[in-house]
């Protein structure tokens, strides 16, 4: 079974710049979440989705984040403008459901660097 | 205001030699996670506790959920090289709340 895939794995931009995040769940899974890794810090949840739906973006930064998932399967993470201080991990994970009952599988993530 | 801390930071230790690491929170959690986190990677689940004095185990990993739901330990018996690793404990406090991360524990074990 193919996994979580996410693109582009590295992305280097500069402070104002946008960029956007590409992420594919495994097949079936209804919920996928959008994740920030800042180095040293464990994994934060920026926004949840089930189906097409948003479940949680309280900690999404909405003045300059945004992400859609239109046809309920693969998703888009976007930054604009981007800031010195999103320089982070950006991973992926999606669930048949909810990850208290199945598991979270997570890709790789993206690796962004805002110089 | 960090709500899982999770201790040591750092942890080197000689293969066979065994280890506990731990979460902690002064609040109480419903249900708490243990993930594995490679270099380059995602996250990959090793365990998911919900009941008060829980025991888990899974081959050398020993895991213990806190008789109040607030705290929770690791141990690895015999540890092995490929047990080299970020481990990360994640959880939420209430059924409907989102999941929230610790810091993490970074783990090398030498040969």
């Known amino acids: 079974e193919a996994g979580v895939a996410q693109s582009p794995r590295y992305k280097i931009i500069e402070k104002r710049q946008s960029v956007a995040f590409w992420c594919n769940p495994i097949?079936?899974?209804?919920?996928l979440y959008w994740y920030q890794q800042i180095l040293g810090q464990g994994p934060k949840l920026l926004i949840q989705?089930?189906?097409?739906?948003?479940?949680?973006d309280s900690q999404l930064p909405k003045d300059r984040f945004s992400a859609e998932r239109l046809k309920g399967v693969d998703s888009t993470l976007k930054i604009q403008p981007a800031k010195l201080e999103d320089s982070a991990v950006y991973l992926c994970a999606s669930s048949l459901v909810d990850w208290r009952r199945d598991e979270q599988f997570f890709g790789p993530g993206t690796r962004l660097t805002v110089l | 205001t960090q709500l899982l801390e999770q201790s040591p930071q750092f942890l080197s230790i000689q293969e066979g030699e065994n280890l506990t690491v731990y979460c902690n929170s002064s609040?109480?959690?419903?249900?708490l996670q243990w993930y594995r986190q490679e270099p380059g990677e995602g996250p990959v689940l090793l365990v998911t506790?919900?009941?008060?004095?829980e025991v888990k185990k899974l081959k050398r990993l020993t895991f213990q959920f806190g008789d109040a739901r607030k705290d929770s330990s690791l141990h690895i018996t015999a540890a092995q090289t490929g047990d080299t690793g970020l481990y990360l404990c994640a959880g939420a406090m209430n059924r409907d709340d989102k999941i929230i991360f610790g810091k993490g524990t970074r783990l090398h074990i030498l040969p």
């Open positions: 506790v919900v009941t008060g004095g």
């Open positions: 609040s109480v959690f419903s249900s």
């Open positions: 097949s079936g899974h209804a919920t």
């Open positions: 989705f089930q189906n097409n739906g948003v479940v949680d």
